[in-house]
């Protein structure tokens, strides 16, 4: 049985709801059920999830930019705070940041369909890729820029987008942990776009806890990884 939630005509009710013109043209007798009308299909793929994670934050952006929150909540905030309550694994923070993500998308002109297939499926880079100014990545490329990411897997897009910035690649190549003296060693690996690489030996002193050092391990994702 087709799932209801993900009907082929929500693309067009959100470029729909997008072009017409700020709030104060909306009747306010109809904020509260264009509100539920936006919530309710926001909710709706984020049960579904997956491939249709960029079109739930879509929904959530024509929420923030038509202000239809307000016809429950005083602010936004105050909204994403809501919805961050629902058993639905979303996060207030996520939330905000992806509509930020949308926000950027939209005022640099890139295609909708685009915003979702590079917000859906290379997030990291597609975020990237907009915070890079024109001079490097014009508007008219972004588009271009992200269908080709179709091609490349998520640590590929992301090395583009590197190059494109000029910006050398970065990476924890190993990490060690030793309680009894409360050192955190690591080895950090930096390539350049010309192909050099150079290896960096670091040491982080006084971590007492072994819940700090797993911290460390999570946030540096080092390719080994050990606990003397």
Known sequence: MPN???????????????????????????????????????????????????????????????????????TWRDYCA??????????????????????????????????????????????KLLELPQSIVPDEKLDETVEGFASLSSSEAMAAVRVMANEPTVWCKDAVYVPNTGEYMFTVVVQGIDGSSNEFNQVITDVSSKDVAKWLFAVMKPRGREIK
């Open 4 to 74: 209801k939630t993900l009907d082929d005509n929500w693309l067009e009710e959100i470029k729909t709801a997008l072009s017409v013109k700020p709030r104060q043209v909306v009747i306010p007798a109809l904020l509260a059920e264009e509100y539920e009308r936006f919530h309710t299909k926001a909710i709706a793929h984020a049960i579904t999830s997956g491939e249709h994670e960029a079109m739930m934050y879509l929904s959530f952006y024509v929420i923030w930019k038509k202000k239809l929150y307000e016809a429950k909540y005083g």
């Open 82 to 127: 809501a919805v961050a309550f629902e058993p639905y694994n979303l996060s207030a923070s996520t939330v905000k940041h992806k509509v930020i993500d949308i926000d950027r998308a939209m005022k640099r002109r890139m295609k909708i369909e685009n915003i979702i297939l590079g917000l859906g499926n290379r997030p990291m880079a597609t975020r």
